[in-house]
């Protein structure tokens, strides 16, 4: 897990400007038959990763510098995901560090909301709307779709999330 949270952070601090497309990279399967996928799209500021394995974990983020040497205090959130719908998903979350350069608002787990913000991320056509509500506080971001149903696909099918396309049981 912290070597594709490295992944992700390199890929969004490496680059020198706003990344237009989603890009999604796939490991495995590896000797106990685990498959990881980490797909993001974003740039030095701030991005969107998608990031999990066949296992259990599916981690939906919208994730943002911080300043050198500031703590970020976990707790309780709300993410906001606006992509192909015209209603923006509203989502519980968690503000968390993501790692030593980035905080996060996370979503995770297998649940019908989570599957339904990758499910939204894979049905966006020209841009994504994400923002959080911490305390009172809103942060807001808009991000490219180009490559974001590719990117997705590796994530459904790397991660096993079953057709995302059929309502939940």
Known sequence: MLKTTFIAATLLAGSSSIALAWDANVEGP????????????????????VQCDSKE???????????????????PATLYLQGASSEPLKLPAELRA???NYGGVVVSGRDPQVLAAVKEIQE????????????????????????????????IQGCKLG???????
Request: aromatic fraction near 10%; avoid cysteine; charged fraction near 25%.
């Open 124 to 155: 966006a056509r020209s841009k994504l709307n994400v923002g959080f509500e911490v305390g009172g506080s809103q942060n807001s971001a808009s991000f490219g779709s180009r490559g974001s149903t590719k990117a997705m696909e590796k994530v």
């Open 98 to 100: 993501w790692n030593d």
């Open 163 to 169: 057709d995302l396309t059929k309502p939940p049981a």
């Open 57 to 75: 974990d599916l981690f939906v983020a919208f994730i943002f510098r911080k300043k050198e040497f500031e703590d970020v205090t976990s707790g």
């Open 30 to 49: 590896d000797v106990f038959g685990v498959t990881k996928v980490i797909a993001t799209v974003g740039g030095l500021r701030d991005g969107m990763v």
